[in-house]
């Protein structure tokens, strides 16, 4: 594989061919404070488009009669029910047809952004960014079931990506930029700076370094201040004089983490079972979000709080009394359907705001339960805060990013405390049972297993077809043996390939089998007699992740490369995929451990 | 039965003292200007008061056209049917941004000319001098009062209410509760109880969820009082019949001011509004009126009334001028709900939803809480 090209590179402090960390000294700070301050500009734009696509979504829903507000203030309450039926399904009418216009069919979401990330491919399309974005504002803009925050993330991340094109910058600072537009979009939606830049290590770049620490502080801080002057968003809960929780109770936070990684992994496999589910419907795939944007419509006339984001129904869920016990279960159960039906149907849409109000309502659930035991309700909101994290943690696979959110959002010590109590068995269960978070599962089914780490993922992502090599001894089956055995001496090397005229593999040879058969004096007859040395063969498309396993089961040089149809396409030798497996290791190390 | 009796005397002297002391009288004609006087409708009590003494009598003076005042309580079941009547018998209105917007969009006022305000006295252009949302089509904010909870100082010893879920704590602080007959503020503080933040008031009572705990917390008030008349909510704290009630900052303060009335005010989710001038759709006198606007409105005269009666001043050159109480000396800033030591909890009251759901949540409310049949507003 081609080193990355140096030439394009204007923030490039390593090599990574030659391992030398360049730029020490004043240049090195000068090029450090370049990228910093890149930093703060792409999480200034993020900022601002992340403002203004929360503001669309608020006008856009109260002038299409989604928001209570808008519903309240509209003249005329007899069309209510037409227009809850009719905007989701109009809304998904468009969604659909937005998303003919992707190459995948579907809206780009987090999940990319990091499989970009973790995979050091850096570059996310910016038309299909475009399109993701207008598509989550006119399925939030039309009331589905779906969150904001993962449009916005992908949004700050497709900008930061573009910010690095436009500079032409390097593989490890397109991700740092990358980092910096979601820490940013973060900062700014929730008003969590902190949030934001440990979202951004913790989901995005899975790794501290302090070469990307700095500029992705310096984004979220331009987030958040944005955010605090231009947004001036009130907090997500407003908690004041709490009352401290009794030992005992931190036993049930934990329960309750136990319990919210099970509704996390209903909810995740949801989403994923009705995805599979609408595959296999005789619907043309975008006329499938109006189908379900009918669905929520038809529901919300007798439920009203599964429309939207939910988040009347977030703050409803943390006040003692304002739903009954079974209209929490009701309500929660509807909730996820209907995300799960919207998501998994093609609205484009984030899966963090509903998995808010789920775990909130489940958290809810729990603290009516156990005031109905006879326990005291001047703690309630600590168990639907409690819930709310159970849940969303092990959603987006960031039990660290929930707790500052938190923390950020509430400034309560005791709150972020008992919140922890469920974290610690909420993540882990999940990763147990369901996996990391729900973009690594989604990622998992479209081929990226990132449960190994960043080095597995980078092998997995990089094909061996850019190892291939033409060198290798490739001989017709009617090849005598002597005669193979002279092209093998003249060229150097001990193994060739049998290719048939028609340029189809035939299997490998080894010098030591010619011997065999020239002792056995067979030295006239072809190749083709001789018995082939099992060998394994693998497809252009392969991995050197793939190649590597290979090489485990094998001795020999090199594996051929054939394709589907037996086609030889030239040979990977083992030193190749040894250097290749090098290399990636040592960017790796280099961008984790760099620190400036 | 004493209360009652108190205020219809209270009411007779009201009127009494509104026609003595008013410039003119209705269907007298001006010497200066050869018009009948200028029919101006307020809110009646210390607030008419005040501005009389700052703001009619100089007019007066300034322009010979005199004033008169007639009662105003709220609502606009009145100006509907005289708009639809062509039979307007007021020239200008003292209003509520709320029910401003609602009557402009019903056509039931006069658009107001751009230029109407006087500049600063430095020169300042009105609408950097103006604070934010004073203009509207049909209205102009003077000044900026708000309805908040006071209380008897000697009605819960050792224990003072200190935020606005104290109104609803009638365990920790005991007695009767005098609330106004309206949803506005009353369903506000009733959601703010339950923690909810002051930016997510209006969309929480936008659902029916939020409507139905709102009305559960005024339900569940035990001897529970409703008012109608600005001057009544003072009259029940002094009277004793209440230890708590929902008023008017400047009814309350003249309370404290001039009677030393044994009560103070929280402030915290004090709800604050904006009042403005209008001018009713076939006035008598428009020209008259928009006159008296620009008169009302100068600094100067936006000064003048904080000197007897503490309302927020809607422009700033006229803040800069607020000193002290006329009669009393009092600091007049320390009672202004605009300042900051008082402004920390307030509630800005969403005027836009209100004008627009006002009709609705009125039926809600009185089916509610009131019992009673609805009306048109």
């Known amino acids: ?596 | 039965m004493r209360a009652r009796r108190i205020l219809a005397v209270m009411a007779l002297l009201s009127g009494l003292a509104a026609g003595g002391m008013a410039p003119g009288q209705t269907g007298q004609t001006s010497p200066a200007t050869g018009t009948g006087p200028l029919t101006v409708l307020s809110w009646g009590g210390a607030y008419e008061r005040a501005q009389r003494r700052a703001l009619f009598a100089p007019f007066t003076e300034a322009t010979g056209i005199p004033v008169a005042v007639e009662r105003y309580d709220g609502g606009l079941a009145a100006l509907r049917r005289a708009v639809a009547e062509q039979n307007v018998p007021w020239d200008v209105i003292d209003m509520t941004r709320s029910e401003a917007m609602a009557a402009c969009e019903a056509g039931l006022l006069e658009p107001l000319p751009a230029d109407l305000a006087a500049p600063a006295p430095d020169g300042t252009p009105v609408e950097r001098d103006f604070i934010d949302g004073a203009f509207g089509d049909c209205s102009l904010t003077h000044s900026v009062f708000a309805t908040v909870v006071a209380y008897r100082t000697d009605a819960f010893p050792g224990r003072r209410p200190t935020e606005i879920a104290d109104l609803f704590d009638q365990h920790r602080f005991p007695g009767p509760r005098a609330l106004q007959r309206t949803p506005s503020v009353n369903l506000e503080w009733a959601l703010l109880s339950y923690g909810v933040p002051r930016e997510e008031l209006y969309r929480l009572l936008s659902t029916r969820r939020g409507l139905s705990l709102a009305f559960a917390r005024l339900a569940g008030l035990e001897e529970r009082r409703w008012w109608e008349t600005g001057s009544t909510p003072v009259e029940l704290l002094l009277d004793g019949e209440v230890a708590m009630a929902s008023g008017y900052n400047g009814r309350f303060f003249d309370a404290m001011a001039h009677r030393d009335a044994p009560i103070a005010i929280l402030w915290d989710g004090q709800v604050q509004e904006h009042e403005v001038w209008a001018i009713p759709r076939h006035a008598p006198h428009p020209e008259a009126a928009r006159r008296f606007i620009r008169f009302a409105t100068a600094s100067e005269r936006q000064a003048a009334l904080t000197r007897y009666i503490p309302y927020g001043p809607s422009r700033h050159s006229a803040m800069q001028g607020v000193t002290t109480h006329a009669d009393s000396g009092i600091d007049m800033r320390l009672h202004l709900p605009t300042h900051p030591l008082n402004a920390g909890g307030a509630v800005i009251k969403d005027e836009a939803w209100y004008a627009r759901s006002r009709t609705r949540i009125g039926e809600l409310f009185r089916a509610a809480l009131t019992a009673e049949p609805p009306t048109d507003d």
């Open chain 1, 1 to 596: 594989m081609d080193h990355p090209r140096p030439s394009a590179y204007t923030f490039n402090m390593t090599r990574a061919d030659t391992g030398k960390v360049e730029g020490r000294g004043a240049r090195g700070v000068l090029r450090f404070l370049g990228l910093v301050a890149l930093g703060g500009v792409t999480g200034g734009l993020a900022a601002l488009l992340a403002v203004g696509f929360v503001g669309a979504v608020v006008w856009l829903n109260d002038l299409l009669l989604v928001s209570p507000r808008g519903r309240m203030m509209f003249a005329h309450p007899e069309w209510l029910a037409v227009a809850t039926v009719l905007v989701p399904t109009l809304g998904g009418l468009i969604v659909g047809q937005l998303h003919r216009a992707i190459p995948e069919g579907r809206p780009h979401t987090p999940a990319d952004a990091i499989a970009a990330v973790q995979t050091r491919r850096g570059r996310l399309p910016p038309r299909a960014g475009a399109l993701s974005a207008l598509s989550g504002l006119v399925s939030l803009g039309a009331g589905a079931s779906v969150g904001q925050y993962g449009p916005l993330v992908h949004m700050g991340a497709s900008l930061g990506s573009a910010g690095a094109r436009l500079l032409r910058l390097g593989r490890s600072e397109d991700n740092i930029t990358i980092a910096c537009g979601v820490a940013a979009a973060i900062a700014t939606a929730f008003n969590a700076p902190l949030a934001g830049i440990v979202f951004a290590h913790e989901v995005v770049l899975r790794h501290y370094a302090l070469r990307a620490f700095a500029p992705v502080a310096a984004a979220a801080l331009v987030g958040h201040v944005i955010a605090a002057e231009v947004l001036d968003r009130g907090a997500l809960f407003h908690v004041e004089q709490l009352a401290i929780p009794r030992p005992w109770e931190f036993g049930v936070f934990l329960v309750i983490g136990g319990l919210g990684a099970l509704v996390a992994g209903a909810y995740m496999h949801a989403i994923l079972g009705v995805g599979r589910l609408a595959r296999r419907l005789p619907l043309a795939a975008p006329l499938r979000p109006a189908l379900a944007g009918a669905g929520l419509g038809v529901t919300a006339l007798w439920v009203p709080d599964i429309l939207g984001m939910g988040q009347e129904t977030l703050r409803f869920a943390t006040i003692a009394g304002a739903f009954g016990s079974v209209e929490l279960a009701v309500v929660m159960g509807l909730k996820l359907a209907a995300t799960a039906l919207c998501l998994g149907m093609g609205f484009g849409g984030g899966v963090f705001s509903p998995a808010l109000v789920i775990g909130t309502l489940f958290g809810a659930l729990c603290g009516t339960l156990i005031g109905l035991a006879g326990a005291a309700q001047d703690t309630f909101v600590f168990y639907a805060i409690c819930g709310m994290v159970a849940v969303t943690a092990p959603v987006i696979g960031a039990p660290l990013t929930s707790l500052l959110i938190v923390f950020e959002l509430t400034g309560s010590y005791a709150l972020t405390t008992a919140a922890l109590a469920s974290v610690t068995l909420a993540s882990p269960i999940a990763a147990q049972l369901f996996g990391r978070s729900l973009f690594d599962i989604q990622l998992t089914a479209r081929g990226l297993d990132l449960s190994s780490g960043r080095g597995r993922a980078v092998l997995e992502d990089a094909r061996l077809g850019d190892l291939l090599s033409q060198e290798g001894v490739t001989l017709r089956p009617e090849t005598t043996v002597t005669a193979a055995i002279h092209a093998l001496g003249q060229a150097g090397h001990g193994e060739a390939y049998r290719v048939d005229a028609d340029g189809r593999y035939r299997g490998s040879l080894t010098l030591a089998d010619l011997e065999v058969m020239r002792e056995q004096d067979r030295s006239d007859a072809p190749i083709a007699d001789c018995p082939a040395t099992p060998r394994p063969v693998l497809g252009p498309e392969a991995s050197i992740w793939a190649a590597m396993r290979q090489l485990q089961e094998m001795t020999g040089e090199a594996i051929a490369v054939v394709d589907e149809d037996d086609v030889f396409h030239g040979v990977v030798y083992e030193s190749s995929i040894a250097r290749a497996f090098l290399r990636y290791s040592d960017e790796l190390r280099k961008e984790e451990h760099g620190a400036g």
